[in-house]
């Protein structure tokens, strides 16, 4: 073929090869009238979402309130082998209290002057530790009242869990304006909501500012400790010593002020709550949040292992913070991890002066 006899267009028959199902004609397209069937729209399919990791801390976590403990048989036995210490202990002091007598008067009542002593302290010391538990269930009180309060929208139960809360908050400097401001309101606030919200922003707002600098303040130590100590035991035990500070600083502030057996009861109440709402993720990639993609794999691995020593730390106060605060989270954002993540790792530091 020459350039001269160009070729001429032509069109040619391929046919169908489509396949059929069967040699009819095609089903017709037909719809369901179930109601039962129902289709998710894309945009609400939490797997076809881009955002299907949700941090627990964007969850909004139940009412933190400590367990009540009713009956056990491990309670009895506890209770009734206390019972036969004390005897035994009871009858040893009297035995030396009377052989010594027996040897020297002066001595004898020295001893009892002892024994005297012992018992008016230790019932001292019981008086407080009752005191500073039902402190801590005032506080517990105080919360579920709110909360049904809010939840049923009574304007009376309202305003009767708002006056003790103010009550109990009286020793609190600073929430003297709030509570001189809600003595001023009277009744003219009949909403429930709004009533509950004016006090968690007026007298919880400069508590929970404290609560965030406590938080932070102790991730911090904790950070720089755990990143140059030597010793893996020295990180546990100063965690741990950190840990049990900061939910008794955390107590005092929303006026716990829980005492030995009471502190018992809050940490493991806060370490129940802790696993309810979730820990955090320990790993490269957190630490990559907060340093930067790619950074963390540069730097030594003390450093990322206080960093992370940090963030638990703060996870703990913020648990604390839900458990010891008088009110459930409403009006006021709830501390996430997002709010102390910037703070421990380098970069431009937030104003705590603010929420």
């Not at 489509?18 to 998710?40: G, K, L, M, W």
């Not at 909501?193 to 991730?219: H, Q, T, V, W, Y």
Request: charged share 25%.
């Amino acid at each position: 073929m020459s350039t001269n006899d160009p070729r001429r267009p032509a069109a040619f028959d391929v046919g169908d090869d489509r396949p059929h199902r069967n040699e009819e004609a095609p089903r017709q397209p037909r719809h369901f009238d179930d109601p039962s069937i129902h289709v998710t729209p894309d945009d609400e399919d939490p797997f076809l979402r881009g955002d299907t990791e949700i941090a627990a801390d964007e969850l909004d976590p139940p009412v933190a309130v400590m367990k009540k403990r009713g009956f056990s048989f491990t309670k009895l036995a506890m209770a009734a082998f206390s019972i036969v210490l004390t005897l035994a202990l009871g009858l040893w002091i009297d035995d030396l209290v009377r052989s010594l007598f027996a040897r020297a008067p002066w001595l004898g009542w020295l001893a009892l002057g002892a024994v005297g002593v012992g018992v008016f302290a230790g019932l001292v010391v019981a008086a407080r530790e009752t005191i500073a538990i039902l402190r801590l269930g005032a506080i517990q009180h105080i919360k579920v009242k709110i909360a049904e309060a809010q939840a049923g929208n009574d304007a009376r139960q309202a305003r009767k869990a708002a006056a003790e809360l103010s009550a109990f908050l009286a020793g609190k400097a600073e929430t003297a304006r709030g509570r001189k401001r809600l003595a001023e309101l009277d009744d003219e606030v009949v909403d429930a909501p709004e009533l509950i919200g004016f006090c968690e922003r007026e007298m919880m707002g400069p508590l929970d500012l404290k609560a965030r600098a406590l938080i932070l303040n102790a991730s911090k130590r904790v950070s720089v400790v755990t990143a140059i100590s030597p010793r893996a035991a020295v990180d546990l035990i100063y965690v741990f010593y950190e840990s049990i500070r900061l939910v008794r600083n955390m107590a005092e502030l929303y006026g716990g002020r829980p005492g030995s057996l009471g502190l018992f009861r809050l940490v493991r109440d806060v370490l129940a709550h802790l696993a309810v709402t979730g820990s955090i993720a320990v790993g490269d990639s957190l630490v990559q949040q907060v340093l930067g993609h790619g950074l963390a794999s540069k730097l030594s691995a003390r450093f990322g292992e206080g960093l992370i020593n940090g963030l638990m730390t703060a996870r703990i106060g913020i648990a604390a913070m839900d458990l010891c605060r008088p009110m459930p989270f409403n009006a006021l954002k709830r501390p996430s991890m997002a709010d102390f993540i910037s703070d421990l790792g380098p970069g431009t530091k937030r104003d705590l002066s603010k929420p």
